[in-house]
């Protein structure tokens, strides 16, 4: 029973669509976070969500918008994708001791 | 501006040996560190942490050191084994809810048997 879990896995599109990226966890935490692996292998944070709420919104293109709809939801939509924005998400949550567990991220390719 | 440095991109070490995988970060508001395993096609793996208060951290093979003075920390693992080969990230942040983690470039670490 996967812990976080991140659907598409793969996600090929083209330049100018708009996609979404579903995260799910069943860790019953409160805080959930979205990374960006770019082609440099760089983690970085991107947004972080309390309780559905909003707290860190690094310096991201306002075209990325997350949305919870729910405590174990964070989704990731991104409108007119460019090229740039190939990388790997990754989802995460939070733990008791302020650890984070990522799920298996989804590698977007943008053609 | 990178805060958290692992200047050894690769290290190869043999099946029984330790593996020591470096950190260093420049941050000072930085007071909790953690190292994080990923393998191929998966998301980072959380291994173990340590808190500015503590100068060392044990859990099975696994031992992180800090020395808060040098801005440096380490991963040490004894006896290192082929599945261990994986990448490691060193991750920094402060020790509050929904605080970033500033990541390492990683390091690949490769166990030969």
């Known amino acids: 029973d996967t812990a976080v879990s991140q659907t598409p896995k793969y996600l090929v599109t083209q330049m100018g669509n708009d996609k979404s990226i579903k995260c799910e966890q069943n860790?019953?935490?409160?805080?959930m976070y979205w990374y960006k692996q770019d082609s440099k292998k760089f983690l970085k944070i991107m947004f972080s969500?309390?309780?559905?709420?909003?707290?860190i919104n690094e310096t991201v293109p306002n075209r990325f918008s997350p949305k919870s709809p729910d405590k174990a939801h964070l989704n990731l939509h991104i409108n007119s994708l460019e090229l740039g924005d190939s990388a790997v998400y990754f989802c995460?949550?939070?733990?008791?001791?302020?650890?984070?567990?990522f799920g298996p991220g989804t590698r977007l390719t943008v053609t | 501006d990178q805060q958290v440095k692992q200047n050894s991109p690769s290290l190869s070490v043999q099946e029984g040996r330790i593996s020591i995988l470096n950190c260093d970060y420049t941050?000072?508001?930085?007071?909790?560190f953690l190292w994080y395993k990923k393998y191929p096609a998966e998301g980072p793996t959380f291994l173990i942490s340590?808190?500015?208060?503590?100068d060392k951290n044990e859990d099975g093979r696994f031992t992180v050191f800090l020395n808060k003075s040098a801005k440096h920390l380490s991963l040490h693992i004894v006896p290192s084994q082929p599945g261990d080969s994986a990448v490691y990230f060193c991750?920094?942040?402060?020790?509050?809810?929904?605080?970033?983690?500033?990541f390492g470039e990683g390091t690949q670490l490769t166990v030969n048997p």
């Open positions: 995460a949550t939070e733990g008791l001791s302020y650890e984070q567990y």
């Open positions: 860790l019953g935490h409160d805080t």
């Open positions: 969500y309390n309780n559905k709420e909003l707290i």
């Open positions: 941050n000072s508001m930085f007071d909790y």
């Open positions: 340590i808190s500015s208060i503590k």
């Open positions: 991750a920094a942040s402060k020790e509050t809810s929904g605080s970033r983690l500033t």
